[in-house]
């Protein structure tokens, strides 16, 4: 159980209790600690292990008796409370309560009255119109009703953060063409970098509003269009994506830039900032509390300066204690795609890329990077064509011969001699170490057995990195994005392992990867434990996949210092002759 799933069964009490009709201060109080959970930067879990209950007090919005529930959910992965509550109503109703214009009393409401128990329960009783006859319903709810079902149903799929960048790319590009235009700026989770984003939320300005509306709505990827607008309009495309377009006055596009990139968590405690100190907070602006009194609002730099901050990066919006370390001056400086000096992750046709050695160099130096480090696979990845030691060894003097070649010419630019070694079932090595020995960079991972225990898998990866023969564990939880969960390994005990070895952990920029996540980097961060920010490319144009793993990172509020490929060749030389 991780902070996530831990706040998910809050919510939901919360939810249930709302259902219920029971008083409003409990689920209050289930709702807030559902959402200081998902803030907190450390695991619940892991702060129990460590040090028991006492290792849970003093978070603050956790009382005694949410933490006393925290335990009990840690330590039996469920929740009596929760459980009950369940067996009163039925789960579907927390579906039902997220369809706009159906609130808790609603749903209990036709729940009693009609046996409403799931969404698609809902949906029917709407088309049958039988919900308008009942008291405080009507016709204009029923069909508010079937709206709402179908935005959900469109808000439950989430896209991976690389296709959301294309989609919002493209209808830049379609609306740039408006007379009059501003502004086009995707704000929400986009602009925060995240993962996974729920729906595009794209702002503009122009002088002739009316037309960026017309032009937006004219976009060929829309299947159907949910509200229109003069200031909003609202969409679903082809593909399910929602996207919000939004009509701003200039005047209050900095403010409107703020609320909408969100996180909501983040907006909800600068709002209480600047309420302390008399001021109010909107998408319009930030005014005076009384007479309503405009202070700020044209920039996103004000509207923080208004309220005593500097400016905050959207990706470390997250209610993480980036409003404190604003406060106190020690904001992580933002790392920037240049501050990356060489990939350390590169494939080749030799095992499953797509590109020869020579050329995957040539893209590398057109990027201007430094060097590249070829890490093609071993002979356990079989479907990748991995290299035994015969084929290993003539790469390493292709390599030799090619670095050669670049000296003759006077290039700087160096190609290292790696590998991805296959970490196996028992935690070895798939190549001998007269092979690894004669390597500059060696990248370790994990390609097979997913599904060992978390002892297992852990005691794997920790054997693995104590061989002494490692210098990068790649996509260290295996996850894919939408398609694989992580597999289950104790991540702290393997970053203390990492540290005590001088092995740096990857960030594997890979859209579908994207692992390390931005809580990982944080929590290496912590602890000291080194990232090597790489691509995993397996064509030329994978190359450029770095600027996900350059936001992820900052997510994960990483510095240029805590990233090993920001160093010029030397320094990262010495790194990994672990000196
Ligand atoms: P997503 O689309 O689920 O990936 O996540 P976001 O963060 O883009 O969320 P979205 O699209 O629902 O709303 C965009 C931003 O608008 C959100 O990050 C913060 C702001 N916002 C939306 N609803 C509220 C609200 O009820 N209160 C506050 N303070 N801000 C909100
Ligand atoms: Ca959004
Ligand atoms: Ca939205
Ligand atoms: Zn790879």
Redo the contacts with the bound molecule.
């Keep these: 159980m991780e902070n996530p799933d831990i706040a998910r069964i809050f919510y939901e009490i919360a939810d249930l209790l709302e259902i219920k009709g029971e008083d409003m201060f409990r689920i209050r109080s289930y709702r807030n600690a559902g959402l200081v959970i998902e803030g907190l930067s450390e695991s619940l879990r892991m702060l129990y292990e460590k040090g028991g209950e006492d290792g849970l007090t003093g978070i603050p919005g956790i009382g005694v008796s949410i933490r006393a529930k925290i335990v009990e959910i840690l330590t039996t992965g469920k929740c009596k409370h929760h459980q009950e509550l369940l067996q009163e109503l039925p789960h579907g109703m927390l579906e039902i309560i997220k369809v706009s214009g159906v609130g808790p009393k609603k749903a209990a409401l036709l729940y009693k009255q009609l046996g409403v128990a799931t969404v698609d329960d809902l949906e029917l009783a709407a088309r049958e119109e039988r919900i308008r006859n009942l008291h405080g319903f009507g016709e204009v709810s029923e069909r508010k009703i079937l709206k709402g079902i179908t935005d959900l149903k469109s ?1 439950s799929r ?1 896209v991976k953060l690389s296709d959301a960048l294309n989609y919002a790319e493209r209808f830049k590009e379609f609306i740039r063409s408006v007379p009059g235009i501003y502004d086009i700026v995707p ?4 602009r ?1 970098w ?1 993962e ?4 595009l ?1 794209i702002l503009t300005t122009c002088s002739n509003p009316s037309a960026v509306m017309d032009r937006f709505l004219t976009h060929p990827d829309i299947k159907e269009v949910l509200s229109k607008g003069e200031t909003k309009s609202t969409v679903v495309l082809k593909s399910g994506l929602q996207v ?1 377009l939004r009509v701003l006055e200039r005047k209050s596009f900095g403010a409107a830039l703020q ?6 968590a983040h ?2 405690a600068l ?1 209480d900032r600047a309420k302390r100190m008399g001021l109010k907070i909107s998408e319009y602006g930030v005014f005076k509390e009384k007479g309503e009194k405009w202070v700020a609002g044209r920039n996103e730099e004000d509207v923080y300066k208004a309220v005593g901050l500097p400016w905050i990066p959207p990706e470390l919006r997250e209610m993480r204690g980036e409003i404190e370390a604003a406060e106190e001056g020690r904001l992580p400086a933002e790392l920037q795609v240049k501050d990356i000096k060489g990939d350390l992750h590169v494939h080749t046709k030799e095992s499953d890329g797509g590109y020869t050695l020579e050329a995957m160099a040539e893209a590398a130096m057109k990027m201007g990077y430094e060097y590249i480090s070829v890490t093609d696979h071993s002979k356990a990845v079989g479907i990748a064509r991995g290299l035994d030691e015969g084929r290993i060894l003539a790469q390493i003097e292709a390599v030799d011969e090619f670095n050669k070649n670049l000296k003759k010419k006077g290039e700087k630019f160096r190609v290292l001699k790696g590998t991805e070694v296959d970490i196996r079932g028992d935690g070895t090595l798939d190549h001998p170490d007269r092979v690894l020995t004669k390597l500059d960079c060696v990248v370790a991972s994990v390609h097979s057995g997913f599904k060992m225990t978390q002892g297992e898998m852990t005691a794997r990866i920790i054997k693995a990195i104590g061989t002494g023969r490692i210098n990068i564990l790649a996509h260290p939880t295996g996850r894919l994005i939408g398609e694989r969960p992580p597999y289950d390994v104790d991540m702290n005990a393997v970053m203390d392992e990492a540290k005590k070895y001088n092995v740096a952990l990857e960030l594997n920029s890979y859209p579908e990867r994207l692992d390390l996540n931005d809580i990982h980097c944080r929590l290496a961060k912590d602890k000291g434990v080194r990232i090597a920010v790489s691509t995993d490319a397996h064509s030329i144009h994978h190359l450029n996949n770095i600027i996900y793993g350059v936001h992820t990172a900052r997510r994960g509020w990483l510095e240029r210092e805590d990233i090993i490929n920001t160093r010029p060749l030397k320094e990262l030389m010495r790194f990994l002759k672990k000196e």
């Design positions: 808000m989430k704000a929400g989770s986009l925060r995240k996974e984003v729920g729906d939320d919000d609320y909408f990139t969100g996180s909501k907006n909800v709002r």
